[in-house]
């Protein structure tokens, strides 16, 4: 594992879906950060709900839990980068800062909230180089939970303007989708909205991965319920196949079984907790390879969310 500062060379990224080979991520950290919000500081329902209850995650137990996917990446050769310490910052969720298409390192404006943890960033975005650097203009809203690169495809779940007017829980707007259109012409955008709550995590999909997610053998994970339409759901079943679709309850979508993350076509890392899908998945021909993430998932993100993939294999 290398910091950022430690490289000189320029990185040649490249991404084109969710489950070719991982060479290259980002992961977050919480080395620093900051304890138990405020309610008023919360910016979901989940993490909500744990502060009312008493059972917000600690900073040691969420330094553990990346450790555990940090071994993971060892053992699999996949070299990881981390962000620089903020101190008092929550900056596990590296993955909706920034998101890679292609061979471009997309900057979204993010939730005002969280705009702090783009400093940490400073070294990855030397290295990657301005001319390939592409940041969304003022009006165009975007996390990178709510992008996902699929071969021709880019998936993109976002709010129309009357819900993310609403929803604090909204983070990627019809202007953040527009300008992915037009910013990757040879892609297909295909918008997805998302049901949202900023009171009930459990009707809230923060974002698109946290109700659907493509998985390697042309498989797909889905919780219909976090779809505003019908047919978006059944365009997904259409272009997976049904036989291909793994899909959750509505108390599995809350726990985060869809927010895994795929190191390849066959490796796949979960939650241990998450039994029933990670049975399933090992009864697919999967290597699943089980990590404690629980803690984490009460900030409503997990594995996919602490993970920013850098380089895929061609």
Avoid at 185 to 194: A, D, H, R, T, V
Avoid at 239 to 255: D, L, R, S
Wanted: net charge negative; with cysteine.
């Amino acid at each position: 594992m290398r910091s950022i500062k430690e490289v000189e060379e320029l990185m040649q990224m490249h991404i084109q879906n969710e489950t070719a080979n991982l060479n290259a991520v980002l992961v977050g950290i919480a080395d620093d950060f900051g304890g138990t919000p405020s309610l008023d500081d919360c910016y979901d329902p989940k993490s909500k709900q744990h502060v009312l209850a008493g059972t917000y995650p600690t900073q040691r137990d969420c330094i553990a839990e990346l450790h555990a996917l940090l071994q993971v990446f060892e053992k699999y050769d996949v070299e990881v980068f981390r962000p620089e310490n903020i101190k008092g910052l929550n900056q596990i969720f590296s993955r909706d800062i920034a998101f890679v298409i292609e061979d471009v390192l997309v900057l979204p404006n993010i939730i005002q909230q969280r705009r702090r943890e783009l400093a940490a960033i400073g070294e990855l975005l030397a290295m990657v180089g301005s001319e390939k650097t592409l940041s969304m203009p003022p009006e165009a809203r975007a996390e990178g939970g709510d992008v996902m690169p699929w071969n021709e495809y880019i998936f993109v779940g976002y709010s129309g303007e009357e819900d993310f007017d609403k929803y604090t829980s909204a983070r990627t707007n019809k202007p953040g989708l527009d300008f992915l259109t037009y910013s990757f012409p040879s892609k297909i955008i295909k918008g997805f909205e998302l049901n949202k709550s900023d009171d009930d995590p459990k009707e809230n999909a923060l974002h698109l991965d946290c109700c659907f997610q493509p998985i390697g053998k042309g498989k797909a994970i889905i919780y219909k319920g976090g779809f505003k339409h019908v047919a978006d759901v059944e365009f997904l079943i259409n272009y997976f196949g049904k036989e291909n679709i793994v899909e959750i309850t509505q108390e599995e979508m809350y726990e985060m079984n869809s927010n895994i993350f795929s190191i390849s076509e066959e490796v796949i890392v979960s939650e241990k907790g998450f039994t029933r899908l990670n049975t399933l998945l090992q009864g697919e021909g999967f290597i699943v390879e089980e990590v404690p993430y629980a803690e984490i998932g009460k900030m409503e993100g997990l594995l996919r969310c602490s993970t920013m993939p850098l380089i895929r294999a061609t």
